[in-house]
C-alpha cells in the first residue's frame, strides 16, 4: 500500500486523478468509502478522472462509457472491458492504495 492523497483532498462525489508507484488512479470519495480504479478508460484510454461521477460510476467524458467503482465493470457502451479496480485503505487521515493487487 502506497499513500495516494489525504483523505481531505477528496470532495465526495468527484473524481481525482493522482500517481501511485507510477500508475494512474482514480479515486472517488462517498460517504466513509473511497474507490480507487485505473485511471485510463478501457474503451478509449483516455482519463477517468476528468469525466463526472454518476449512479452507475465514473463515466468517461468522451463517449459516455461508464464504469462502477466497486467491480469497474462497464455498464454502458462503448466500453466492454472492465478497468483494474484497487484496494484502499484509510488511515490516519491518508488515503493508501495498492496498485499491485486488483480486487475483480
Not at 488512479?25 to 476528468?50: F, I, K, P, W, Y
Not at 468517461?60 to 467503482?69: A, N, P, Y
Given at each position: ?5 489525504a ?11 493522482v ?27 483516455l ?30 457502451p462503448p ?21 499491485t493487487?486488483?480486487?475483480?
Amino acid at each position: 500500500m502506497s499513500r495516494a492523497c489525504a483523505l481531505s483532498e477528496l470532495d465526495e462525489g468527484k473524481p481525482l486523478g493522482v500517481e501511485v508507484d507510477g500508475e494512474p488512479v482514480v479515486l472517488v470519495r462517498q460517504g466513509d468509502t473511497v474507490h480507487a480504479l485505473r485511471d485510463e478508460c478501457s474503451h478509449a484510454t483516455l482519463a477517468l478522472s476528468e469525466g463526472e461521477v454518476t449512479r452507475k460510476g465514473v463515466e468517461c467524458w468522451l463517449h459516455g462509457s461508464c464504469f462502477d467503482l466497486r467491480t469497474g465493470a462497464p455498464s454502458s457502451p462503448p466500453a466492454t472491458e472492465p478497468v483494474d479496480v484497487f484496494p484502499v485503505e484509510i488511515r490516519d487521515g491518508e488515503v493508501h492504495v495498492d496498485v499491485t493487487t486488483t480486487t475483480n
